[in-house]
Structure formats: structure tokens, C-alpha cells
């Protein structure tokens, strides 16, 4: 869909548990002295302001990062801790890094980036910010894109599928997406994130990828209880999880939301 826009909900609670899992995958990964390629299915414009009108309206940050920050739930060598300091440090205090800027920060020379995102808007502050001679950025349809690019070169790598779910068909899209993907690059570690709604229409998709006996896997949910989201959770779903990184994603989640993480 082209009406959604990240900025509204930049740095909530399930943005931070989704880059969270996302850094801790990259420094996994970039730990091997191995180049890799890093593919996005709806990279939105990547690099956002707290202090702009779209997230100031919302107000989600302030129960997100800035609580989380302030109460130092992660160490500061966590890596996401490291990307969201590394990235302050060039765009100032109020700057909140979308997945792109993750990425970006914890890739080294050498490593690919393969951005997707077809909203005019978010595409065209995509490419202002992101454009660089390792960074791909196509304004394409996630759904169509990833599975047009992959494997890339270097085929050693990582994906995030991360659609805006506005629509309820989105949920079976994102699973057909992953498991398409999968298909085609088996070797790649795989990141889903998917909202948990009241409704339940994560279910089918989580049934669905579990039911596909894939490699590896490591799924994380965690209940946003008393929060002002509509949602009533945030999930994770991941493929080829380095065995490095698992240990380290569940103390994450664990410091993130406490009793409130881990599937159900």
C-alpha cells in the first residue's frame, strides 16, 4: 500500500524489538572476516526524526527508544545501542534509525546493500540519504523485488521482510515472500517481522512457516501490554539464525520486555 509512512511510528516498542534482532544478526554476520549482501523488502526512507510533526503527532517514541535509552535496557556495546549512537553522532540527537541506517552502520566496506520501496515520497528520501556506490536502491514492490534479486553477489547474506501490513492479505503475502526467497537463496539468514494484532491474523502466517520445516529457526513474540499501539504484540520470525546469535536475541528480548517476551 502507498499510503502508509513510517515516520508516525519511528522508534516505537516493536521498531526497537525488530532493529534490536536486526543488529544482533548483522554483528553476527559481520563477525566472519567474509563479505555479505543485505536485502530489504520495504525499506521506507530510512533514517527518521523524533522531533519531526509526523512522529511528535504520534508520541510513540517517548514509550520506544527514548524510554528504553533512558533506562539503559541494552548495554552500550549491544550493537544496536552502537548503530543508534553512531548514527546520532552524524544526524544529532533526535535521529532514529530505520532498518537502512542499521544496516549501514554496522556493514563494512565491501558488503552490499539491496534496498526496496515503492512509495514516491519515502523512495525519493530513500535515495537522498542512501545512495552510495555498495548501496542499490530500486523502487520496486518487495514482493516482486527480492525474489527478482536473489541470490545476490556476495550470496552470503541477510534479509528483512518488513510490509506495512495495512491490508490483511499482507500476512500470507510476507509468509510466501519468506518462503520464496528461502527458496531460492537457502543460505541466507531470513528476518520476518509481523505484527500481533487482536484479531489473531498472525496465526495462519506463523502456523504456515512452521509447518514449512525450515532451518534454524528462531521465533520471538512480545506483548506490548498497556501500550497505546493497537497492536497487542510484536513478532519475530527467523531463518538460518546463526547459532552466535541466538543466546544473545533472547537476553535482548528478554532486557527489552521481560516477562512480557518469548513465543506463546
Request: aromatic share 6%; hydrophobic share 40%; glycine share 8%.
Amino acid at each position: 500500500m502507498l499510503s502508509y509512512q513510517h515516520g508516525y511510528h519511528a522508534g516505537n516498542l516493536p521498531d526497537v524489538h525488530k532493529h534490536a534482532a536486526l543488529a544482533v544478526l548483522l554483528a553476527a554476520l559481520t563477525a566472519k572476516d567474509k563479505p555479505l549482501s543485505y536485502l530489504e523488502s520495504h525499506a521506507g526512507r530510512g533514517l527518521y526524526d523524533l522531533a519531526a510533526p509526523e512522529a511528535r503527532k504520534t508520541g510513540e517514541a517517548r514509550a520506544g527508544v527514548d524510554a528504553l535509552l533512558a533506562r539503559k535496557a541494552l548495554p552500550e556495546e549491544h550493537p544496536w545501542t552502537v548503530a543508534v549512537q553512531r548514527v546520532r553522532a552524524t544526524y544529532g540527537p533526535t535521529a532514529y534509525p530505520g532498518s537502512p541506517a542499521i544496516a549501514r552502520a554496522l556493514l563494512r566496506p565491501g558488503d552490499r546493500m539491496h534496498l526496496m520501496e515503492l512509495h514516491p515520497q519515502e523512495h525519493a528520501a530513500l535515495e537522498r540519504g542512501f545512495r552510495a556506490p555498495d548501496v542499490h536502491i530500486h523502487r520496486r514492490d518487495g514482493h516482486e523485488g527480492l525474489p527478482a534479486l536473489v541470490p545476490p553477489v556476495p550470496r552470503r547474506g541477510l534479509v528483512l521482510i518488513d510490509p506495512s501490513y495495512e491490508m490483511k492479505t499482507e500476512y500470507a503475502g510476507a509468509g510466501d515472500l519468506l518462503l520464496s526467497v528461502h527458496r531460492k537463496w537457502p543460505q541466507a539468514v531470513i528476518l520476518l517481522w509481523y505484527p500481533v494484532l487482536e484479531a489473531g491474523l498472525h496465526g495462519e502466517l506463523v502456523r504456515t512457516l512452521e509447518g514449512a520445516f525450515l532451518p534454524k529457526v528462531w521465533r520471538d513474540e512480545a506483548q506490548l501490554t498497556g501500550s497505546a499501539l493497537r497492536m497487542r504484540g510484536s513478532g519475530l520470525f527467523c531463518v538460518n539464525t546463526p547459532y552466535t546469535a541466538e543466546p544473545i536475541l533472547r537476553t535482548t528480548s528478554a532486557a527489552l520486555f521481560g516477562a512480557r517476551a518469548g513465543v506463546t
